[in-house]
């Protein structure tokens, strides 16, 4: 993996002094001193994995694929981005369609419109489940899940659909989700304590239902692991550079990064990636806000905000150099729509031309940018960059002096929800909401 950037827009800033901060950063996630040194599982995962689990991981891989045509797979957020990434990434965002096993992610909205939608699909198809919450009391996974599992009882009756249900969650705290699973005999998965939900795709929650969909878990481990020794060593290294330019780009003003990779496939992964630092970094009045596009598709769309908009941008763009698969233009008699000059090229060169020029169309318009390139769009590559990610997200939430393992800004809207939906112990904060939401009417 390949990792540029332009360092010209760091103006006055010391940049020698955030080398040293990077530097020391990584030492507190190695020493576990820093902030939330708690949740630190992630950070040698990839070498030091619960071999037992992993085993039955892709033994139930397998089951699901003998058992069924569809898998559901129900979480919301770090239960399912990183799944759904990797699947999209490695496969394509059309990997259902002839496809010995598909899979579908619910649990993700509260939208009735698309739960009836899948379980419709599912009501004549041998279908297993997949439901994923570290807590185990997520309001969006638990009710899908509550629906999908009247489905599978219907079809299958309790023992059967016990069978078809595969269940990940945390275990020292006995979530709720896994007290259900032990009493309904649920085959049972868990997330480490010390692995959040954004740093778990390489546990379970990601790793069964990738190895279900059919994508080699083994190369993306050893490509995690390939990045985790490289990225061990001190010095200068790619994980903490792409960390230092946030942050320097951040204190020069540009407060907004936009995630673009130059392939459709790779939309999903900037759903994880903007989920990864979203929720990582976001807190204190602090924090690079994460966007997502995907080229050349949104330079018809985005493209005019970000070449000539508000000069708050940065942009970190991902490119493969290898596509896999080649598509030749011809040429055409008489060059009816003035292509032949275009004849005997490959489409992935006109996607790189397009890419150089936006590079340095961006920059001229004063939106700095950061170039990843890899080899190829495979599970290798991709348990590399995960990893480059993870690690350059918590090196650069400390840089920015914050936690960047907890969330303690998502419950604030969890609290007003329940005490809408009625839920017992919220009395009080429901009086005052539906007081403040009749005085909007
Ligand atoms: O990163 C996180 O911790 C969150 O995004 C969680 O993954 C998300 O809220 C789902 O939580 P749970 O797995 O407990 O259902």
Redesign the pocket.
């Known amino acids: 993996m390949a990792f540029n950037f332009d360092s010209t827009y760091s103006g006055d800033l010391d940049i020698q002094s955030l080398v040293q901060q990077a530097k020391q950063a990584l030492q507190d996630l190695k020493n576990a001193t820093g902030k939330g040194s708690d949740f630190l599982g992630w950070l040698t995962l990839p070498r030091d994995y619960d071999k037992e689990e992993y085993a039955r991981i892709k033994l139930a891989a397998q089951k699901i694929r003998g058992q069924s045509q569809v898998l559901v797979v129900i ?5 399912y981005l990183g799944a759904r990434a990797a699947i999209e990434f490695v496969k394509s965002q059309t990997h259902n369609q002839n496809s010995d096993l598909e899979v579908y992610f619910a649990g993700n909205s509260l939208s009735s419109k698309a739960l009836s939608n899948l379980l419709d699909y599912c009501k004549d198809k041998d279908v297993c489940v997949n439901v ?7 309001t969006e ?1 638990s009710v899908v899940f509550r629906v999908f599992k009247e489905l599978l009882e219907n079809k299958y009756g309790k023992a059967g659909a016990a069978e078809r249900i595969y269940a990940t969650t945390e275990y020292s705290r006995r979530s709720k989700l896994y007290e259900l699973a032990q009493k309904e005999g649920y085959e049972c998965f868990l ?1 480490p304590d010390p692995v ?5 795709v390489l546990t379970a ?1 990601g790793l069964l239902p990738i190895a279900a969909a059919g994508v080699n878990t083994d190369a993306l481990l050893k490509g995690a692991c390939d990045a985790m020794e490289h990225y061990a060593k001190d010095g200068d290294n790619d994980a903490l550079r792409y960390a230092i330019m946030r942050n320097l780009y951040y204190k020069a003003g540009k407060k907004l990064e936009i995630f673009a990779p130059w392939e459709p496939d790779f939309t999903m992964l900037g759903e994880w990636f903007k ?1 990864l630092f979203g ?1 990582s970094e976001g807190k204190e009045n602090k924090g690079v806000f994460p966007a997502s596009v995907v080229y050349t598709t949104d330079l018809h769309s985005m493209g005019q905000y970000i070449q000539e908009g508000e000069r708050t941008l940065f942009e970190t763009m991902l490119a493969v150099k290898n596509c896999g698969s080649e598509i030749l233009l011809k040429e055409e008699e008489g060059d009816p729509d003035g292509l032949n000059f275009l004849g005997g090229k490959p489409l992935s060169f006109l996607n790189k031309q397009a890419m150089e020029a936006t590079r340095i169309a961006h920059f001229d318009g004063g939106v700095p940018n950061a170039l990843i390139e890899i080899d190829r769009a495979d599970e290798y590559h991709l348990g590399w960059l995960f990893y480059f990610f993870m690690l350059s997200c918590a090196v650069s939430g400390y840089l920015l002096g914050v936690n960047p393992f907890d ?1 303690p800004g ?1 419950e604030e809207y969890k609290v007003n929800m329940f005490a809408l939906l009625g839920k017992p112990g919220f009395e009080k904060q429901r009086e005052i909401l539906t007081q403040r939401i009749e005085s909007l009417c």
């Open positions: 979480g919301i957020g770090g239960s994923i919450s570290k807590s185990g009391t997520t996974c997330v959040g939900g954004r740093y778990s929650v989920q929720e969330q998502v």
